[in-house]
Every structure is written in structure tokens, then in C-alpha cells.
């Protein structure tokens, strides 16, 4: 392929602006009396203070999670959730109204909701009926004005893996930015990644601490790239995207690692529990292989039996109305207890 050139493919307004000069980038030693950012200098209403803007490039977070993810600092982007590393990435690529970027549905529902705020065309290519990337497809629809490739691994909502081969080959034919979405990883049985970005300066891992890590009511998610993106995606970043709390609070719960290895552990076990169990409810026709925490099962009628669960109180996503999904239901492994409710509901339909 041409050599991978990231100076082409950011956006011209995005490499000439001046990013916002916030009082904590200015001055980044320590000192004994702020008076340079206009905090309240007597505290806060909280009993813990936060009277203080946070760090805006979470170094003390970042250091803890490079030595985590074995990345440097350098590679690592935080944002707001997966969400803000998702639009800035747009921001940074994609100018509005020219360029494209390509999406394997049926995937997870940010790629296209964040090209529709950014006014770029979306291409789908839909992943082949054994849940694949259709390579040959992908590369044919790639234009001059495609940008990104968003590629999630295991899969929302198929929970399916597709081959780190065919990764590859997009990889090496694409001059574009490869996003892969591994928010699913910490579950799957094969590995991240990551290693891959020595060798692929056009590759982008997204990683999340909502799932595995049990902090979804944070927001707080991962994005590994090469460091000249990096550098891009922090000019275009609101100045403090990640409270003081949260940076505290998840480097907090980095130390405490081996509470997650046991969950992950037993949302995997369960996952096996509830498989078994489908496969003796007669009206459940597919169950696709999980490599994540939740489940897709195909059944005959999908919105009877989710209104059904409604009433008992449990609810799941219905998405049966996706490409590839029909009669889809996507479940999340519970708690044993949880499972256990659902699979009394699940055969209770069935009489
Ligand atoms: C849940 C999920 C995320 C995580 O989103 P956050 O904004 O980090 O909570 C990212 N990608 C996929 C595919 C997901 O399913």
C-alpha cells in the first residue's frame, strides 16, 4: 500500500488552530497559591474539595493505565465515556459534508449517530452471515474522501469476534484511520490488540471502563493510537473532559484490579450457565457464540417475548429489527440470581 501518511488525512482547520491554553496546561509545576484559574480559593460545598479544575491531561491516571495496557502515555487518550474518543475522531478526520467513513452493521449505534452530528456519509458494508467483515466489499467501497473504518471486536450486538486476518488486510490497504472496538475485550478468549500498534500507524483501539470494569456510571473510556494522533485528538478535546472524581475513582479501582479478574471469571461462567439453558428452550432457533457479557439469541417472535419479560420486570434489547438479527434478542449475563429469574421467565413463555 501508499505509506501511510497522517498528515493528509487530518483536517486542515484542525492542524492550524491553536488549541485553548487552560490555566492547568500553562503552568504545570507546583506551587503554594493558585490565584491563575479563578476557583474558589475558600473550597467547596462537598465535604470532599473540588474546588479545583483537575488535571487536564490525567498523567497520574494515564501512567497507572500505560503500565496496565503496557502502552506509553503518549498513546493514551481518556474521554467522557468511548463516546468522546468516537466524535472526536470525526472531528479530527472527517470534514463535514465531503468525506466518508465505512461501518460493519449490525454494530454498535455510535459510529452512524456521531457521522450523523458531523454531517459525514456513512457506507455500510454488512458484516457476511458468519458475522465476517466482507473484506473484498470494504476495500471496493474506499474512496479518496474515506476516513475512518470502524471495525468492533467482539461485536455489539452479535457478541461475535471476526478475524484479526481480515483486520489486517484492512489495516494494510487502507491510508485511513482503522478504528477497533474492543469494549468487549476483558470477556473474549482471545487477546487485545494492542501489541499491533507499533506495527500499524493507522490503527486506533478503543477500550472502555464501563463494561469489564463495573464503571459504567463513571465515564470513562480508553483510546491507544500512535502518538502524532494523539497529539490531534487532544487539540480537539474539551480542556478538563475527565473530572477530578473520576480520574480519583478509576485509579483507585486500577488497584484494585483482582476484584475485576473475579468478575470477568464469573460473568463468564454464567454466560456458560445461560447458554446451556437456551439451548434447551424450544422457541430460541440461534445462539450465537459469546465472546462478551451478553448474548444474542434469535427467536421466533422477538417483540412478544420482550414485552412478556417487560412484564415480569426484566428487561433486554429487542434487536430484532437490526440487519443480521432477525428475531434478535440481546441479553446481558446477570447475577446468578438474575439468571436464574430469567431463564424461569424464558420457559414460563414457552407454555
Ligand atoms: C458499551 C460499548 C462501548 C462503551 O461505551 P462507553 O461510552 O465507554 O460507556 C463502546 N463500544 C461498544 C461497542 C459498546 O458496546
Redesign the pocket.
Known sequence: MKKFDLNSIVRDNIKKMVPYASARSEFKGKADIYLDANENSMGSATEVLYNRYPDPYQLKLKESIAKLKNAEVEQIFLGN???EPIDILYRVFCRPGIDNVILNPPT?GMYEVSANINDVEVRNIPLTENYQLDCNKILSAIDQNTKLIFI?CPN?PTATPVKAKDIFTILNAFNGIVIL?E?YIDFASYSSLMPELKNYPNLVI?Q?F??AWGL?GL?M?MCFASKEIIYFMNKVKPPYNISGLTQATVLNAIENKFKIDAYIKEIIEERKVLENEFKSIRYINTILPSEANFILVKVDDAKKLYQFLVAKGIIVRDRSKNILCEGGIRITVGTKKENEALINALKEFQK
Open positions: 465515556g468511548s463516546d454498535y468492533c455489539n472496538d469494549a478503543l472502555t464501563s463494561k459504567a465515564r473510556g
